[in-house]
Each structure stands twice: as C-alpha cells, then as structure tokens.
C-alpha cells in the first residue's frame, strides 16, 4: 500500500484507479527493470547534503537502482549545498558532451 491508500484509508475513502495510475507514474523506482519500460542509458544526479526539502537516500536509492540495472550513472552528493540545482554547470555540460555523439 502507498502512502496514497494509506492517506485514504485513514479517512474512510478509496482511491479511483486514475489516481493509482497517477500514483505508479511518478514513481521512477517502479519503472525501472520492466521489460515494457524504457530508461535512459545515461543519468547525472546531484543531490545537495543539506538539501531540507528531500532526504539524500531517495536520490541515492534511485541511482543504485539504476546502477544495478545497468545504466550509466554519475551520482554525487554535493557536499553543504542545499536544494538549489546549480551546483556545477560546466561540469555537467562536460559529462554530456562526453556521452553525446559528434555527427
């Protein structure tokens, strides 16, 4: 049960399908390893150490799940940076350019 049924059942409602789906859809965690599913190759992920919005581990989860399905990941946890994004965009235009494929 997610945490959207959970919610439900604690106030005596259900749950349409519509919102099920919505729900599976924003889990990248349940898409990836399906054979019907297709997953970029190549991920870059920063997730800042004092980020207050989002745990590191959830960020770290996704990239270990997609390390062990094969894909290409850079994962960093940008030391004493919080949840802000930028935390250095040359480095990632390098990585792309590095994975993109000159004509």
Do not use: C
């Not at 859809?25 to 997953?39: A, H, R, S, Y």
């Amino acid at each position: 049960m997610n945490f959207t049924e959970y919610s439900a059942s604690q106030n005596g409602a259900a749950v349409s399908e519509s919102v099920k789906e919505y729900a599976y859809l924003l889990n990248p965690m349940e898409q990836i390893g399906k054979d019907d599913v297709t997953v970029a190759r190549h991920w870059y992920i920063r997730h800042g150490a004092i980020d207050r919005d989002t745990a590191f581990p959830v960020a770290l989860n996704l990239a270990l799940k997609l390390q062990n399905s094969g894909k290409d990941v850079n994962y960093l946890l940008a030391w004493n940076r919080p949840h802000s994004g930028d935390y250095a965009l040359d480095e990632m235009f390098a990585w792309i350019a590095s994975i993109v494929k000159k004509p």
